[in-house]
């Protein structure tokens, strides 16, 4: 006998079963028949957790920009100087928008069907999931600003002028324009020091 799983248990088997199908056949190749058999429930119980394949997405969204905010902070805090804490902090978003062929990249891809890319509007959750990293991009240059490390007179501008300039990070943004990995993330390492009013040479305090 099966044992009996919680509302949490069964939201997260479909969230599992999401992002592994999203992951292996794509946002639009997904149905919600793939979803709900791959998690062994009825499409009546999906509906009790979510409202359609756009709000698991949502939520899936939420989910990875969460932990990416968590992470992006936990590695600032690690770094002793204020100048590396910049550096490591666009390392972090390096390391996670990079990665693009796999669950990040379908994420944050436009999920509305039947509309082009250079079109589609952001969904919802997508504005939702950006907002926790500008918001955790914020807290890191309030932080400096508040310690007499960073000059910015606008944070909130400036942290979502940051984490916009992180999306050449992902390989679809770039446009076939071949910088290499290394050149990029040292010039978005210098973009956010200037930004900050930070003097010296990325990686080095």
């Known amino acids: 006998m099966s044992r009996y799983r919680s ?15 999203f992951v292996a056949k794509g946002f639009a190749a997904t149905t919600l028949d793939d979803i709900t058999r791959l998690a062994g429930v009825s499409k009546g119980l999906f509906y009790q957790y979510f409202p359609s394949k756009e709000g698991l997405v949502a939520a899936l969204q939420e989910k990875f920009a969460a932990r990416f905010a ?10 002793p100087d204020w100048p590396g804490k910049l550096d490591v902090a666009v390392l972090t978003c390096f390391r996670r928008l990079s990665g693009d062929s ?64 992180m999306h050449a990070f992902v390989p679809l943004m770039r446009h076939d324009i071949g910088v290499p990995d290394d050149r990029l993330l040292r010039a978005a390492q210098h973009l956010v020091r200037g930004a900050a ?8 305090p």
């Open 197 to 204: 009013g930070v003097a010296g040479v990325a990686g080095r």
């Open 102 to 165: 796999g669950l990040p990249g379908v994420l944050f891809r436009p999920v509305a069907s039947g509309v082009p890319e250079a079109r589609d509007p952001l969904a919802p959750g997508h504005q939702a999931a950006h907002r926790h990293l500008v918001e955790a991009i914020a807290a890191l240059l309030s932080a400096g600003v508040a310690a007499g490390a960073y000059q910015v007179d606008d944070v909130e501008a400036t942290a979502l002028l940051f984490f916009t300039a």
């Open 70 to 79: 968590a992470d992006l902070i936990a590695a600032a805090a690690a770094c």
């Open 7 to 21: 509302a949490d248990e069964r939201r997260a088997q479909l969230m599992d079963a999401g992002a592994e199908l």
